[in-house]
């Protein structure tokens, strides 16, 4: 990737506020603090379908925002919303104000989404590098990884008692660093071609949809991903400390589980671009679904072996690093320019639809156990494996020249 362009300090800062972003002392034992204000199983999935309400609320609106105001503004706002959601939970005692937490980090969310992806793939479209895509976006990807294998350490470390006071220590933690997140945020700088959109808003929502329409393979291949992502990563990660627990692991050695997998994750996510020169797209988008199905049924039928649990973990986080940022590519090298954001947007409004129905379809399984809610990941994610992903032509076509030169 070329040096001194607009791409590089784009990824630069993003990638250093994603870091400081990503500093949630509270993540290792999230789901423990959860049981510790009173939650049952049931109430967190809850939780995550109040999230999925706050992105789905919020997702046009912050899209078009992106696009008229650009993905610097569109960033600042949502670090903003971010940070009032994370201090909401120093007086989270009862389920609605963990709902309403909930709600408005998804929400938060959306004024990231799009605009992350719109802000990458134009800025390299300046210096000739949008095929590396992928690439920029897996670097990106990989501050959440590579933080957290001190945050998950050191979190666990300062809750192992459990207690209300550890529980805010690192919720204050948090709330101050996602505050240096925000002042990162003030160095990114928005493309020339990008924050300009002055058509009504009709319009722009008419382009985004026709977008979509024109080129279906976005929708597919955005079910594709989504469809795996959901039970892999959304509800598994809600249920594996507990799932760690149960099958004998300290709960202080839960932050070195994390460390572990985290870096499996951050290596992985540095390692696209070597992957994608050697595998095709499709194939991989095909095989780690397959890694994410096999390892979702395992953990359901083996959840009390400690062993089995662990590789579980690591081989999601890998997953999870891997098909982003190749899902990234393949779409934006389709999604028009000027409404990327509105276009990313609309799409993720069919993400947090499938949340809402599966967290509430998953909602009365985890009442009877981890087996059941398992298997039902499980065949959720196969399901998304299925559904084809069709690059574009064109695509495929640069990327065979690119590999026999």
């Known amino acids: 990737m070329k040096k001194n362009t607009l791409a590089a300090h784009n990824i630069k800062f993003l990638f250093l506020a994603k870091i400081f972003g990503s500093i949630r002392f509270i993540a290792p034992v999230l789901t423990l603090f959860y049981f510790a204000r009173g939650l049952d199983e049931a109430q967190i999935l809850l939780v995550m379908t109040f999230f999925s309400i706050g992105v789905l609320v919020g997702e046009i609106p912050t899209g078009i925002f992106a696009d008229r105001f650009g993905a610097k503004t569109s960033f600042l ?81 300062l809750a192992k008692d459990l207690t209300n006071e550890q529980f805010q220590r690192l919720i204050l933690l948090g709330v101050g660093f996602m505050s240096v997140e925000f002042a990162l945020l003030l160095f990114i700088k928005n493309p020339p071609q990008q924050g300009n959109y002055n058509d009504h808003v ?127 590519q393949l779409s934006n090298d389709i999604i028009p320019s000027k409404v990327r954001a509105t276009t990313i947007s609309l799409l993720s409004i069919l993400d947090s639809g499938f949340d809402i129905i599966i967290f509430l379809s998953v909602t009365g399984m985890a009442l009877s156990g981890f087996t059941p809610m398992l298997l039902a990941c499980a065949a959720i994610a196969l399901l998304g494996v299925m559904i084809p992903v069709l690059p574009r ?13």
């Open 77 to 157: 706002a949502g670090s903003l919303l971010g940070i009032a959601s994370h201090a909401l939970l120093l007086f989270a005692y009862d389920p609605w104000i963990f709902f309403i937490s909930s709600a408005l980090t998804g929400l938060a969310a959306t004024f990231f989404s799009g605009a992350d992806e719109a802000l990458i793939y134009e800025s390299l479209v300046l210096s000739n590098e949008q095929h590396l895509m992928d690439k920029a976006m897996g670097r990106i990807g990989s501050a959440t990884f590579l933080i957290s294998i001190l945050v998950v350490i050191i979190g666990a470390f």
């Open 202 to 328: 009709y319009s722009q929502l008419s382009e985004g949809f026709q977008a979509i329409k024109k080129n279906p393979e976005v929708l597919w291949m955005f079910m594709n991903v989504s469809l795996v992502f959901i039970p892999a990563a959304a509800i598994f990660e809600q249920f594996d400390q507990k799932l760690l627990v149960d099958a004998g692991l300290p709960v202080y050695l839960i932050g070195i589980v994390y460390a572990v997998s985290s870096l499996g994750g951050f290596v992985a996510s540095n390692m696209i671009g070597w992957m994608t020169a050697r595998i095709n797209r499709v194939s991989l988008l095909f095989l780690t679904g397959m890694l994410a199905v096999a390892g979702l049924t395992a953990a359901a039928l083996f959840h009390t072996f400690l062993w089995v649990v662990l590789g579980v973990l690591l081989v999601l986080k890998i997953v999870n690093a891997i098909r982003y940022p190749v899902y990234s």
């Open 393 to 405: 032509k064109d695509s495929l076509q640069n990327a065979r020249v690119k590999k026999l030169s």
